[in-house]
């Protein structure tokens, strides 16, 4: 168990609609990664946060938004849904911000289909 | 390309055999890292080198790093079917844009027969 952990396992919806997914990181880390996961992209870097604040963006679409709250958990946010957002969307998170050598633990993942 | 990519694509041996997996990156990098991830769940951290260590041991796992070849390998000794799962390397900058995030391959997908 890595201690992150994301909700919903799965999601199903329609074309069109918003979605948000739900991280806890492990308990004293600071740092929430977003990745998502499919078959013909591999594994993309969404977006981090630390401590609260956004710290880097990566493939990120802009119908896609992210925060993070003050008691950590952090929240991805899905609109305007397309048959190609369907996809396992994958939480980490870890100690520190940069020059990391402390590992990223990752959640379950919450798998979308978007139909 | 700020992330690292694995070779081979697959690799497919009978229990007991080595497993070598090769990844190649080509920024500079602070440490590079190895996960590896079951079908359909997280990613699992197995084993993390820093630029100035050239071999590190973890049980049946065995990391290189040669950072003139821009190039690390993950060997699997005398490997299980429990050890089917897709593995991934993780160069992680320390400079730059990407300073700080960790960039995957697409994964060697390692299957082991019983």
């Known amino acids: 168990d890595s201690g992150v952990t994301q909700t919903p396992k799965h999601l199903i919806t329609a074309t069109g609609q918003r979605v948000t997914l739900r991280c806890s990181p492990r308990?004293?880390?600071?740092?929430v990664y977003w990745y998502q996961q499919s078959l013909d992209q591999g594994l993309q870097f969404l977006i981090q946060?630390?401590?609260?604040?956004?710290?880097a963006k990566g493939n990120i679409l802009e119908r896609f938004s992210a925060q993070q709250f003050p008691d950590l958990h952090s929240e991805l946010n899905l609109s305007s849904l397309e048959l190609g957002d369907s996809a396992l969307y994958f939480c980490?998170?870890?100690?520190?911000?940069?020059?990391?050598?402390?590992?990223?633990?990752f959640g379950n993942g919450t798998r979308l289909t978007v139909t | 390309s700020q992330q690292g990519e694995e070779d081979p694509q697959a690799l497919s041996i009978q229990e007991g055999e080595n497993a070598t997996m090769n990844c190649s990156y080509k920024?500079?990098?602070?440490?590079l890292q190895w996960y590896r991830q079951n079908s359909g769940r997280g990613l699992v951290h197995l084993i993390l080198?820093?630029?100035?260590?050239r071999e590190k041991h973890s049980g049946r796992l065995r990391v290189t790093l040669d950072t003139s070849k821009k190039s690390s390998s993950l060997l699997i000794t005398a490997s299980r079917a429990a050890d089917t799962a897709s593995y991934f390397c993780?160069?992680?900058?320390?400079?730059?844009?990407?300073?700080?995030?960790?960039?995957f391959g697409r994964g060697t997908q390692l299957t082991v027969w019983p």
């Open positions: 946060y630390y401590n609260g604040e956004e710290r």
């Open positions: 993780a160069p992680l900058a320390d400079r730059g844009s990407t300073l700080g995030r960790l960039y």
């Open positions: 080198i820093r630029s100035n260590e």
């Open positions: 920024t500079s990098i602070n440490n």
């Open positions: 980490a998170s870890s100690r520190r911000r940069d020059r990391d050598n402390s590992p990223l633990h």
């Open positions: 308990s004293g880390d600071l740092s």
